[in-house]
Structure formats: C-alpha cells, structure tokens
C-alpha cells in the first residue's frame, strides 16, 4: 500500500550576482517555476527582498501572478511576505485575488523579514519585527476567512475590516509560518494551527532544532486548540546534482564563490569556512548541502526525515552555482531518480518484474505449449509446406520426415 507522499518544490529568493542583467535573471527564474512545472515539482515559493542587490523579487504576488499563466499544475507561495512591510488588510486582499486567479494554487508564506537593510530603509526598528509578524498573524488568518475584524496597534489599525470576496481555497488559502532557529516561527505556527517553513533545514543550526521547533509547535497548539500537520511541514536545503559527483562538483564552481560572499559579507550568515579550505568540501561534510549524485540527495533527505520525525515537502533552496543549463539538468535529475526513490513511486513496478522474472519458466512452457498445440493442429490439417524448416526442428519434425509418413 502507497504510503504518505513527500512533495518536492523550490525555494527561489533568488540569489543572482551583480554582473548579470537582471531582467534575464528575472525571466530565467520564470523559465525556471515553467520547467519544474514540467517535470512534475509541486510547490514553487518566491521571496521578497528589497534591498542589497542580490535577491531580485520584490513582489512574489505580482512573479506568483505572471507565471501562474505559463504553468498549469505547480502551486506557487510567497516565501515569504515580510508582514511588518504591508498594511495586513492590503495584503490580505492580493493574497485572496491570486487566490481566485490561480484557483486554488497560491500558498502565502510569512515572516518577519530577513534582511535588515530592508526594514532600515522603512524605519521598522528590528527589534519589533517578530512582535509585528505576530500582531500581523493574528487579523490575517481570520481575514482570509473571510471573517470581520477589528483591532489596533502602533502600526495598523482595522475597523471592521473584512475582504470583499470569500476565498476560494477553504476555510482559507494555505499558510505557513517562516522558521529558522527561533521558536517564533514555530510558536505562531501552533498558535493558528498553520504550517512550518523551515529555512534553514540543513544548517548546523536548524537542523540540530528540527525535533525540537516541531515539539514547540505542536504543544503551542494543544494549549491553543488548534493542530499543526506535519503533511504541512516544509524543510528548506540546498542541492545541485549532477551524473557524478566529479562533475557536480566541477559545476558549482561557476557560481559558488559569489553566493557564498553574499552570505559572509551581506547577509552574515557563516556558511563556508573563511580559513581557505575547500568551501565545497566545507559545504558537504557539515550537512549543509548536496553537491553530488542523485543518490546523495536521497540520502539528505532520508537523513532529514530521521532527524525531524517526519515533514511534508522537500524544498531545494534555490541558488546559480552552475551554469542555466547544468542548473535546469540538476532539477531534472531530481525529478526523475531523487522524487522517486524518496517515494517509493516504483515499488510495484519492481515487484511486477520480479514476479514475472520468477514464474519465466512456467510463463514460456505455457506459450510455447499453447504455439505447439496450434502448429501441430496446423500440420495435421494442411501439412508442412508452409511452415519454416527451423519450425519444424524445433518440434522434432522435417519436411521428409513427413512426407515418409
């Protein structure tokens, strides 16, 4: 019996360099979601930056918008909405429209917002910003059930403030809580019983709190009166896969040391050793990512589902190590050998061909005897002259033989 399925999907910031234009680098994100779509991916998120140069998408509702047109089956998040940047009734509303353009298809992730560069330009201290993300929370999930509410902060107000339409996904379009180390995520996510976006899945960090943050979700939702799923559970790492892991490795040299000057000089986040060791092998051996085979991707992801108990989806962290068209082929290698191991997909095929492996003997005795049956009721109607001589050797018969009789 088919068991519970782990969807697979992309977690695209994105993260482009600063000697790329970037209207293509923004087209090729498109071209991107239209191939995974293709390939059968499930989800697809897109972030929302608006500073430091590197991660382009300001607005995931208006990217979710224009490629919900070029695919048809992929669901398309906003991973995340910074929800202390927007008034929560405005956001509430373009969330609730993509929800009726696409059908069903939009998931809205939140959070605080990661970069502080972005919340300096708007004069939102960081301090507040997880306090925001709360208060947003808490008017957002009834608004985009289409219930009224009223309240006020020190930086929003609603007076009986309700959407003009019903969604259309119900009780409400999906939405998930960004989480990383912080039990914020986790406790929100509880708190309203909705999913768990897990950023940083793979880092030292998140992946030592992946049990941990669940537990806290879990008993912020029995003291809630809610539930949380793990089926909506999604954890965030970062692969690229190639035939060997040789040549895997030899492609991510393309775009490796820019992504990673990002993180230690913009972002701060400490992903490869500054000591002049080999960052890839840096990479590798902490857990960190996949720069490998397929089958080192099924092991990251066996790996993940130990260590957490248990999640939903498997979001690559999306990145330009390699070059478009080894990145496009590294998607496609997941799709068709990482995807289905991980799933079991071709359990019953392998049995169905062990199976009949096993009875051969039987099967060919049986359609040989059955091909017999009818020569020899052939031969004793109309003769031999028809039949090829290497026919009739194989049933001990010969033309002369015959005709003796």
Do not use: C
Request: no cysteine; hydrophobic share 45%.
């Amino acid at each position: 019996m088919a068991g519970e399925r782990i969807r697979f999907g992309a977690f695209i910031a994105p993260f482009h360099p600063l000697n790329e234009n970037p209207t293509l680098a923004l087209e090729r994100d498109l071209d991107l979601v239209v191939h995974m779509d293709k390939l059968g991916y499930d989800e697809a998120w897109l972030g929302e930056h608006h500073s430091a140069g590197y991660e382009l998408i300001a607005s995931p509702e208006l990217f979710i918008a224009t490629v919900a047109e070029r695919t048809r089956h992929i669901r398309l998040g906003t991973g995340v909405s910074s929800l202390p940047y927007h008034h929560p009734l405005m956001l509430a509303d373009r969330i609730n429209q993509l929800d009726h353009i696409t059908r069903g298809r939009v998931m809205f992730g939140v959070g605080p917002g990661a970069l502080p560069s972005d919340a300096f330009m708007m004069g939102i201290p960081v301090a507040k910003q997880r306090d925001r993300m709360d208060e947003a929370i808490d008017v957002l999930v009834p608004l985009l059930r289409g219930e009224q509410v009223t309240k006020k902060t020190d930086w929003f107000e609603l007076n009986e403030a309700r959407l003009q339409m019903l969604p259309y996904s119900r009780p409400s379009v999906e939405i998930s809580v960004a989480s990383q180390v912080s039990p914020s995520g986790a406790t929100a996510a509880g708190r309203h019983g909705l999913g768990l976006l897990s950023i940083g899945a793979t880092q030292s960090g998140g992946f030592n709190a992946l049990a941990s943050n669940w537990a806290i979700a879990e008993q912020q939702a029995a003291d809630s009166g809610t539930r949380v799923d793990r089926s909506q559970w999604r954890l965030v790492g970062p692969m690229h896969v190639a035939a060997t892991r040789e040549e895997a490795r030899a492609q991510v040299r393309f775009g490796l040391d820019k992504w990673l000057y990002y993180f230690r000089e913009v972002a701060a986040l400490p992903l490869a050793p500054a000591d002049g060791s080999d960052p890839v092998d840096a990479l590798v051996n902490s857990g960190m990512a996949v720069i490998g085979t397929p089958e080192d991707a099924v092991k990251q992801i066996e790996r993940l589902r130990e260590q957490s108990g248990g999640f939903g989806a498997f979001l690559m962290m999306d990145h330009n190590w390699a070059e478009w068209d080894n990145k496009k082929k590294s998607y496609e290698l997941i799709a068709r050998y990482v995807m289905p191991a991980v799933n079991g997909v071709n359990a019953n095929r392998e049995a169905s061909i062990e199976w009949a492996a096993a009875n051969r003997p039987r099967f060919i005795g049986e359609a040989q005897a059955a091909v017999g049956a009818r020569l020899a009721d052939h031969i004793q109607k109309k003769g031999t002259e028809n039949i090829r001589p290497e026919i009739l050797a194989a049933m001990g018969l010969d033309k002369k033989s015959e005709a003796a009789e």
